[in-house]
């Protein structure tokens, strides 16, 4: 930790924008992927019709009383050991008490003092320097409901539906020092939760909600005071809105007005972010334990059992694969940017036994084709296992590069191609044959004895025109690599 | 420690509570009364001494009981929205919320 | 069997006579009915409905003739307007929840109506189980039966005067700080308030949730024994707070000797703010029981007067953050005139409210406000530990604890005005047992000025209520005190 801390206290010089050091915080809501609410049995489905999925305790009818959602303590401990955080043996469920609609107790059941999860930390490459953002904590909580302001002229609806829904709310250390720093944070964690499927990511429905607390300061100087951009819905608002309110802090600053701590919305039209009215008492929630619900006790056995059952994490995966597979840092975190690139990957190397070769295939062709149709990998219509036989072709030579693209382009346009039918068909095999090979180098210098003899007075580029003609004469089967061989030892004798 | 009428009004406000004038220095006189009885309590030394949260949990090892993820509460919209102040298609309808 | 006899006979002898098809479901509930409607002027129902009831009471004829009676078959109960009923509007004694219709039935209503318990319908009760005297129901109070002058006692008010009226056999209570056992004293019934966590709070409107409690309201304690035997047992689905203990059967151990029994009595219970006359029927009591062959052995609660301010810090805060649902959204009143959101919430919950609830409200929201959670909410808490510290203390040297349940008999409707402090005061002997959640109950062992009934606190270690009854039936076995009726009952 305290080498974090001391990296941390000496602002780097190139990060500085116009003098002053930026830091930022996150605290993400993150809701998990339970089948029923954290203290009811409703479902927690997306998108039902409103209030259809709100039942007696998510409307905190008279009587009700909460029960909790193992599934939920279940994930959380799943994030803990993902991030390498303190699960807390003994932890408590606090009331935390103010009055909204979307609220239907007037409080909501969070954990205050003793959170589930405790410290750990969240590792990203950022470019390539490896960064680390540390983790105050990650508590259990219950999500609200949602107020719709559009229709009703003059009143809000309130849709209960989502009342309920488990979230893991997940607060870092104002660690980060760059909008980069801050969004490649936002991602690295997104892509833990649904690597291990605690959560389904999906932002536009809101299962992955990141609220940005956004400082600036002159180095060396005390935390400015912040100002938490809500309800971040995608990377590239949150890359606009932390651009935005980092500049809009700076000009407060630097025409002399302080900055008030406030809770502020980002607009995706303007590209800017405004303060909320302020929501009132925000400073008296009033929080005690919730005599409804005793400690949540979570024995060491179940912590084992649950890192037992645990998917391999993409760090761990990333390690291997350098290791294994002989790949470079950068290339193994490429391909561990989602569960399925990584077993795609995984598979064709095994069975081919080429894991850079199709590690940049993955990387480049692959990828590229995926980009331009806007699909994933699991979307991909060639194989690992195509893959694997279109790099073993390569690498014993029976077709180049080149031929292996068009290959490749043979088989994304049609599923039941297989890769040798295709070389076959389309004749792309090398021209392996050196009898054959030897009788047109022998044509082509019979025929060209201007080149030769220039080549001879030691133009090299003579060569070159000479190769081009047996590659002509071979119909570009030939291998460039046999044919400069075959070439420069006829014309040395 | 004596309650005033300005903390009567911020509690009231906490707690949404309107109050009638008369209410206000009622309540204000009847608080300091009971707050009264409980400087008593102020006084005890309680150093070292464990809160008790849950009466049964004497013994501290009191943990919670946690539930299967089973989702199994049928749709009651329309029991459960009987006695409902102001509804429009199934939303609960409330004064407009300005953000 | 002459009808007119049917509200004499105990549950038990109720539910024998009905098993034996001496007497129909049916006509014992119309019997009841009609009482309860003659009777109406002492205030105790909230809500009635003959239909129900009467539909209730032919289901229980059918099994009873298809033998497969439950053990209650056909018992006529009333309950607590705090338990949610769908079958009954459910107030909880508040303007805020006027004519409320609950989707679903408490758990402690529906074991009983498993058991074959037909409901007369809703008791009243102070608002949201808040008072000593029922006077803070906002619709009316009730009154004493022994003495319409009188208050019933609280916040059970309605189900001790309806039980000692004869308007039905027993009924369901809730004990928070002593709102089972002191109405059963005031009206010399006896009433139970089990273990907390002992049976379910799911579908009890929540008062005070680390305190309130169900439990029963009858004339002996055989009754109590056989109800709580219903009403008990773990709820894992619905209560987190449910204890894990599989329910009993408290009838078993009744006759059990109490020879050699050690009662313990404690000094801080008999001080001077005892007065006389109660004092003389808990010593009277108290030599019974030992010409019954207990021990009567000296020990000390010191911190029963600190359960004053103690109770009444814990309790409102847990309250003040219960009663936030209550905000004219999703149930009950709406005020019909505000101006934006925050006006409705706040005219709605005045206008909801009555005096006693606010007050409550606005202590508890003082206590657990910043800056005063340790000094007052955290403080009470360490103090709730200590104060279950000694009765542990105390149960190493007796098996049970016995003493008064309030100071005096039952005093004057609007005896304590405009003095909610006098209300408070008068809770010192019930609310420690509250505060460590242990069972405790209260039965008629005599009486006061004006021939007002005086009842004996028992109060038992955690999960000895079946010890509880039965040193409460061997005393019923050898005195009549339960068996004395209010003039003209």
Known sequence: MNTVVDKKSGANESLLVRGYEVVIGFETHAQLSTQSKIFSRAPTAFGAEPNTQACAVDLALPGTLPVMNKGAVERAIELGLALGSHIAPRSIFARKNYFYPDLPKGYQISQFEIPVVQGGSVEFYLGDEKKSVRLVRAHLEEDAGKSLHEDFIGQTGIDLNRAGTPLLEIVTEPDMRSTAEAVAYAKELHKIVTWIGICDGNMQEGSFRCDANVSVRKPGEPLGTRREIKNLNSFKFMQQAIDFEIRWQIEEIEDGRAIQQATVLFNPDTGETRAMRSKEDAADYRYFPDPDLPPLVIAPEWVERVRASMTELPRVMAARFCADYGLSDYDATALTQSREVASYFEAAAKACGQPKLVGNWIMGEISRRLNAAESDISACPVSAVQLAQLVGRIQDGTISNNAAKQVMDALWTDPQAQVDAVIEAKGLKQMNDTGALEKIVDAVLAANPKNVDEFRAGNAKALNALVGQIMKGSQGKANPQQVNDLLKQKLAG | MSLTLADIDRLAHLARLGLQPDERSLLCSQLNDFFGIVEKMRAVDTSGVVPLAHPVDVRGDMALRLREDIAGEPNQREANQISAPAVESGLFLVPKVIE | ?489
């Open chain 3, 1 to 489: 069997m002459q009808s007119i006899d049917l509200h004499d006979l105990t549950v038990a002898e109720l539910a024998a006579s009905l098993r034996d098809r001496k007497v129909s479901a049916v006509e014992t509930a119309q019997h009841f009915l009609n009482r309860a409607q003659a009777q109406a002027g002492l205030g105790a129902f909230l809500d009635t409905d003959e239909a129900v009831t009467l539909r209730q009471a032919r289901a229980a004829d059918a099994r009873l003739a298809a033998g497969t009676a439950g053990r209650l078959e056909g018992v006529p109960m009333a309950h607590k307007d705090i338990f949610v009923t769908r079958d009954f509007a459910t107030t909880a004694g508040s303007r805020m929840l006027a004519g409320y219709r609950s989707p679903f039935d408490a758990t402690v209503v529906s074991r009983l109506a498993d058991a074959g318990v037909v409901t007369l319908g809703k008791l009243n009760c102070d608002e949201f189980a808040m008072g000593s005297a029922n006077e803070n129901s906002a619709f009316h109070p009730v009154k004493n039966p022994w003495d319409t002058s009188r208050t019933p006692g609280g916040s059970s008010g309605g189900s001790a005067a309806a039980v000692a009226a004869r308007l039905a056999p027993a009924a369901t209570g809730t004990d928070t700080g002593g709102s089972i056992r002191q109405p059963a004293s005031f009206c010399g019934i006896t009433g139970i308030k089990p273990t907390y966590g002992r049976a379910s709070r799911y579908g009890m409107v929540a008062f005070a949730s680390s305190l309130d409690q169900a439990g029963v309201l009858a004339r002996t304690a055989e009754d109590c024994a056989l109800l709580l035997s219903s009403m008990c047992g773990p709820d894992p689905d619905r209560d987190s707070t449910s204890l894990d203990v599989p329910a009993e059967d408290f009838t078993r151990t009744l006759d059990a000797d109490i020879n050699g029994l050690r009662i313990g009595v404690p000094s801080e219970f008999f001080g001077e703010g005892l007065a006389p006359d109660v004092r003389a029927a808990v010593d009277a009591a108290l030599k019974q029981y030992e010409a019954l062959g207990a021990r009567l052995v000296p020990i000390s609660l010191p911190r029963t007067e600190l359960s004053i301010p103690v109770y009444y810090i814990i309790a409102p805060a847990e309250a003040s953050s219960n009663l936030s649902r209550f905000d004219g959204v999703k149930f009950g009143h709406r005020a019909k005139n505000f101006t934006d959101l925050t006006d409705m919430y706040e005219q709605t919950r005045a206008e909801g409210f009555g005096d006693e609830v606010k007050r409550r409200i606005m202590i508890g929201t003082y206590v657990l406000s910043h800056g005063y959670y340790d000094a007052y909410y955290l403080q009470a808490q360490k103090i709730r530990r200590m104060i279950a510290d000694d009765f542990q203390q105390a149960f190493k040297d007796c098996d049970v604890i016995a003493g008064p349940v309030a100071p005096t008999v039952a005093w004057e409707l609007g005896g304590h005005g405009n003095d909610p402090l006098a209300d408070y005061l008068a809770d010192v002997f019930t609310l420690p047992a509250s505060l460590a959640g242990l069972p405790g109950m209260s039965l008629p062992v005599g009486f006061g000025a004006r021939n007002l009934p005086v009842g004996l606190q028992l109060i038992g270690n955690h999960l000895t209520e079946a010890r509880l009854l039965n040193v409460a039936h061997r005393f019923q076995q050898a005195t009549d005190w339960h068996t004395r009726r209010p003039q003209g009952i």
